[in-house]
């Protein structure tokens, strides 16, 4: 008889003795109630606690999604990563946790679509179910769309990386921020001006976070590509997931005519963001994954339109 044959005629203890042989008891009295009416209710104490505090909530919570967009795929179901919070006057202990996932579940049966409008209605109704005068969310997620060889014409699928953030207070309403990061080719300037043939080139991360008008109208513009044009339309090249030889020939060649430093990016992408009527302030960085270094190049600036007017 084998090893195997030996384990498989091997006689176990019962499941409940193998539990009791790692280490579990059985339970012991129950003196506490098990009525929800009954319980102490901790969180809800009401007293001096010394200070306010400016938000608590939860974080890293993984969700299903939709998102909607004017590019293809028009909806698209992946995760998002949200955090929520509001918050708290120094006269009340805590906030109830429970009634963050509570509101995230109920707004995923009636089918979560990311969209500014929802999320807005999804901050008011938290605040109403926290009982507090304010409440915020933000939401991150992989955002996927059709790109084209610009030759071939054969597609495949890309992605940036998107994030909303929305906060709400009774007062002043809705503080809306969108953020996208997206990814570029850019060639160095200063290889193409020095070397005799050729010039280095590597892939460049421009990520982009608006602070959007009050009268910003989501019908009438896709916030994620628009942003994603601004960081796409003033690089090196674009980025392809399928690349023929045609189409290899007419990138390379494209950000060999279009050298294009971090300093550069920044600001013709700020200069894009600055037309851009729904856009109220924003912040701008590129980071370059050096090819020829082993550090990364990175630069970033943020402009507020509204202090133009002071």
């Not at 938000?55 to 795929?73: E, Q, Y």
């Not at 202990?93 to 999804?122: C, P, V, W």
């Not at 010039?199 to 942003?227: I, P, Y």
Request: include cysteine; hydrophobic fraction near 30%.
């Amino acid at each position: 008889m084998n090893k195997t044959e030996l384990q498989q005629n091997k006689s176990l203890p019962s499941k409940q003795e193998r539990h009791k042989l790692f280490g579990s008891v059985e339970p012991g009295p129950r003196t506490k109630p098990i009525d929800k009416n009954k319980m102490a209710d901790l969180q809800n104490s009401k007293k001096d606690f010394l200070f306010d505090i400016d938000m608590v909530g939860i974080s890293n919570v993984k969700h299903p999604i939709s998102i909607p967009s004017t590019m293809t795929p028009e909806i698209q179901t992946t995760i998002g990563t949200f955090s929520f919070g509001s918050s708290i006057a120094k006269g009340s202990k805590g906030t109830n946790m429970s009634r963050f996932t509570e509101q995230l579940d109920k707004y995923h049966r009636e089918g979560f679509a990311i969209d500014l409008t929802t999320l807005k209605t999804f901050t008011e109704e938290l605040a109403g179910r926290l009982k507090e005068s304010d409440a915020e969310v933000e939401v991150s997620f992989p955002w996927f769309f059709e790109r084209k060889g610009p030759y071939s014409d054969l597609s495949g699928m890309n992605h940036a990386h998107a994030t909303i953030r929305v906060e709400y207070d009774e007062k002043t309403g809705h503080d809306i921020t969108c953020t996208l990061t997206g990814t570029i080719t850019t060639l160095c300037p200063c290889s193409k001006e020095i070397s005799e043939y050729s010039a280095h080139n590597q892939r460049g991360n421009v990520t982009m976070s608006v602070k959007l008008t009050d009268d910003f109208d989501e019908q009438k513009t896709d916030w994620k590509a628009a942003l994603l044009e601004a960081a796409e339309s003033n690089a090196s090249a674009r980025i392809h997931p399928v690349l023929k030889r045609p189409d290899e020939k007419m990138v390379t060649e494209q950000a060999y005519e279009n050298p294009r430093f971090v300093e550069d990016i920044v600001r013709l992408v700020a200069a894009d963001l600055y037309e851009y009527d729904f856009v109220e302030a924003f912040e701008v960085t590129c980071r370059n994954e050096e090819s020829i270094h082993l550090h990364d190049a990175v630069a970033s600036l943020s402009y507020d339109k509204k202090q133009e007017l002071k």
